[in-house]
């Protein structure tokens, strides 16, 4: 028995290094002097070529040492940082696989632009040789520019890097697989984060099995300037409400961060730990934007196949432009479904009661602008569609209980349930305060207004 599990240690071993040979044939870690390190830039290790940020004290005196050595599957790390570096770790799945869509997402909803201020470093963390091939090979084929490019890395680490991953303490009367496979994703994620802090000035953590919102990195961009003007420090700003997706670091606190996920790898879940991390770190409360720029796509989870149907209700995948404004109706509103949650980023909306002809729904803008394009849906499977309808533009606001414009141009009529049209602007040039959605008939079908977006330029351009 000894000399057959030898056997197939070596075997696996060996199949691995063919495997690594045939797609990177110089590309291996090897340990060896400074000299050679410097002969073979791809050549990784975590003491010689992983690129270290001396903004933080842990790494200026290479305090509370991690010992791990990386290997480079594939692509070639630049030698400037980047504004963002992603980071996902993957495994093999009971069910599908994810990984390639959400490659895909990242790079297709970027510009040349950003995707030249990035970095994607995905962890493959799994130990099955075959499983691993078949993964290198897939992203070779799919993402040869990117890998070129060096806006793709692909890591491993072996596994006697490890802490024990069994054994463990059950805290929360987790079943022994569950921390087990918790416990381990805390170790992916604390080797993902630390070998990333050089990368670039921010990092951004995703999950394996998410899709992206279009031009993601623009708006991270302009929502973490807007948050550098503010008073007091930040640490982690979150474009997803779920779990550990679009969650975002400065590169200054990310050895801290993989050494805390290391620490306390099998005490908690990740999204867990997190959290206790930003508040150690003194910022007490979440900073959430909306709307979300990552959604949940996997229908099973990484763990054991469990179906996993969550979603986040507040992603929009294009881009959400609609200035800053108040909305009224006097179409009686059902419940909690206010008119303004059509106005607003994600999937929640606007519920009224039968409306009459006349009745309407007025959005009023804080400042005027010059509207270029208007997208209004109504209804919700087939049903409670606004059946006669039209969109119109308004001038001078009048201050009432219920504020609306002084006069309005009507720009067209709904179309089964859905208003849309683009250059609105050549159209009617003048700024706009209001937009309105008049009631042209009444119906006894209770009315829902879905989303109501809207795209605008400088009154001055």
């Known amino acids: 028995m000894r000399r057959r599990s030898r056997k197939n240690v070596v075997l696996g071993v060996l199949l691995l290094i063919i495997v690594l040979y045939f797609f990177y044939p110089f590309d291996f870690l090897l340990m060896g002097s400074t000299s050679s390190l410097k002969s073979i830039p791809k050549q990784l290790s975590w003491q010689v070529e992983r690129l270290v940020s001396k ?228 910022q007490r409360e979440t900073i959430l934007f909306k709307p979300s720029l990552f959604q949940h796509m996997g229908t099973f989870s990484s763990f054991q196949g469990i179906y996993n149907k969550l979603k986040d209700k507040n992603f929009e995948e294009g881009v959400y432009a609609n200035p800053l404004a108040e909305v009224y109706s006097n179409i009686s509103t059902y419940q909690k479904y206010f008119p303004k949650l059509a106005w607003d980023p994600g999937e929640e909306f606007f519920w009224g009661r039968s409306p009459e002809r006349g009745d309407h729904l007025t959005v009023v803008f804080l400042e005027p602008v010059v509207v270029t394009g208007i997208l209004v849906e109504t209804g919700s499977g087939g049903k409670d569609l606004l059946d006669s309808g039209q969109v119109e533009l308004g001038q001078e606001v009048l201050t009432t209980e219920m504020k609306s414009c002084k006069s309005f141009q009507s720009l067209g009529a709904f179309m089964n349930g859905k208003f849309e049209m683009r250059e609105v602007d050549k159209l009617h040039g003048l700024t706009s305060s209001c937009l309105r959605i008049l009631v042209t008939a009444g119906q006894k079908d209770w009315v829902i207004v879905r989303k109501i977006r809207i795209t605008t330029k400088s009154a001055l351009s």
Request: glycine share 4%; net charge negative; hydrophobic share 40%.
């Open 55 to 282: 903004e933080s004290w842990v790494e200026q005196g290479d305090y509370l040492p991690l010992s791990v050595t990386y290997q480079l599957l594939a692509g070639a790390p630049s030698n400037q940082q980047k504004f963002l570096a992603v980071g996902l770790s993957s495994v093999k799945r009971k069910k599908g696989s994810y990984l390639v869509p959400t490659l895909q997402s990242l790079f297709s909803q970027s510009s040349p632009e950003e995707r030249s201020s990035m970095v994607v470093v995905v962890l493959i963390a799994d130990f099955d040789v075959s499983w691993m091939i078949s993964t290198l090979r897939e992203i070779n084929s799919t993402f040869a520019s990117e890998l070129d490019q060096g806006q793709l890395l692909v890591i491993h680490v072996s596994q006697e890097w490890y802490p024990p991953l069994t054994g463990l303490k059950r805290n929360y009367n987790d079943a022994s697989a569950r921390v087990s496979f918790r416990s381990k994703q805390n170790v992916d994620y604390s080797f993902l984060i630390h070998y990333s802090g050089g990368l670039s000035q921010y990092y951004l953590q995703l999950e394996d099995d998410v899709f992206s919102a279009q031009n993601f990195l623009t708006t991270i961009r302009k929502h973490i300037e807007e948050q550098n003007t503010k008073k007091g420090t930040w640490t982690m700003l979150e474009f997803s409400a779920l779990g550990y997706i679009g969650k975002l670091y400065k590169s200054s606190d990310l050895p801290l961060l993989a050494r805390f996920l290391f620490l306390f790898y099998q005490e908690m879940p990740c999204d867990w730990l997190m959290s206790h991390f930003r508040e150690l770190m003194t």
